[in-house]
């Protein structure tokens, strides 16, 4: 069953292009994680906040990127990461056009 991962946190910027210059290696480095459908980044310049919505192919595989992505934050300065894993309801995804895969 997909997994879906929501991941934010306190960040002070870079924001917009000058943020997608400054991540190219690490949305490299994500998009080669095991078990991951896609992610989409989130800012929100007005909150300070950053973060992203991912989509994983199991519970397993969010939950280990979870644990290497929050350690990596902290390692980063991030001082507090919310994070929240949903289970997928594919027929209800799929009638709203959800790009939950098959």
């Known amino acids: 069953m997909p997994i879906l991962l929501q991941i934010d946190f306190p960040f002070q910027g870079p924001w917009g292009a000058e943020m997608s210059a400054t991540m190219q290696g690490l949305a490299a480095s994500i998009a080669q994680e095991p078990g991951l459908l ?3 980044w989130t800012e929100n310049p007005e909150t300070s906040e950053a973060g992203g919505i991912y989509l994983f192919k199991d519970r397993p595989s969010a939950e280990a990127y979870l644990a290497m992505h929050t350690e990596r934050l902290v390692g980063f300065g991030v001082s507090h990461v919310n994070t929240k894993l ?3 309801n594919r027929e ?3 009638i709203d056009r959800g ?3 098959s």
Do not use: C, Q
């Open 92 to 94: 209800l995804s799929a």
């Open 99 to 101: 790009p939950i895969g």
């Open 38 to 40: 896609w992610k989409i």
């Open 86 to 88: 949903f289970e997928v």
